[in-house]
């Protein structure tokens, strides 16, 4: 294993990751993998009444640095607005990680980000009161892709 690769801050949120598991009522969520290594990541945020992240949980599995990542971008989301998480670049996620990545390792560290990235856009595309509704609008959840 290379140390600088697996630097202890990774190790630490992969052995001890930040809102891993299921929350019981998300306002949406959404999964994709990387199909070249295989990891999968999971992300549930729950927004509040001004369209803050109350709650980001993650679940998964993959390698040490997808899973540190997207343990890393749950605390980070949490307390952000939506705008703020539409202006979120890849390269500041790059930098929440604190270990240099690989091109190929980017793709891992990288995962959880997309992810947050594709249900910001679902969210954008959402009917808003304007637009037809779906019968149940007590909360939006966004379809998942497992």
């Given amino acids: 294993m290379n140390a600088d690769l697996y630097d202890d801050y990774i190790l630490d949120h992969y052995e001890r990751p930040y809102h891993k598991g299921r929350m019981a009522s998300p306002t949406c969520t959404r999964s994709e993998n990387n199909p070249l290594c295989g ?10 009444e001004s369209g803050r992240v109350a709650e980001a949980f993650f679940s998964g ?30 390269p500041e996620m790059l930098r929440l990680l604190k270990v240099p990545l690989t ?5 891992c560290g990288l995962l959880g ?24 609008t007590s909360k939006l959840v966004v379809a998942t892709s497992d």
């Fill in 103 to 107: 091109a190929t390792r980017q793709r």
């Fill in 113 to 136: 980000f997309k992810v947050l990235k594709t249900l910001m856009y679902e969210l954008d595309q959402a009917p808003t009161p304007a637009q037809p509704q779906p019968t149940d």
């Fill in 61 to 90: 599995k993959g390698c040490a640095i997808s899973q540190a990542a997207a343990s890393i971008l749950c605390q980070y989301v949490e307390g952000k607005t939506l705008d703020e998480l539409r202006g979120f670049q890849a």
């Fill in 39 to 48: 990891d999968q990541i999971r992300l549930e945020l729950r927004l509040d």
